[in-house]
């Protein structure tokens, strides 16, 4: 008799417990489902927009005769500072054979703009050859 008059208690707390907890998480799951409205009242996706795909570029391959270079910091030195503009797809300088391959975006930088950049470092360029690809 005892344990029916304890699982009475226990159920009846339960229920209580479910209507008490229902009653405060009202308030909130309603403010929550305001939030999710548009001021229409209908439902918007919550998923991060996602931008489309860049428009391809045009990848151009250039290479340049740079003079200067004395040691492999230098062309370092050149490497990182061509990496900052975000037109410079890759990079690769060779200080013994005087020259710089860059492939660059060239949608949103122009060759002479290398040539420029690189001359802003502090050392002699110019465009050697042209490859498109």
Known sequence: MKSQLGIKV???TLFLGGILGAIVASPILSALDQELKTP???D??????????PTPAKIEKITLTVGG?????DSEKIKNGLKQNPGILSTDCDQKAATCRVEIASLQIKKEDVVTMIKKLGYQASLKTETKG
């Open 40 to 42: 229409t009242g209908k």
């Open 69 to 73: 270079m004395k040691s492999q910091d």
């Open 10 to 12: 226990l159920k009846l």
């Open 44 to 53: 918007q996706t919550v998923l991060q927009q996602v931008p489309p795909p």
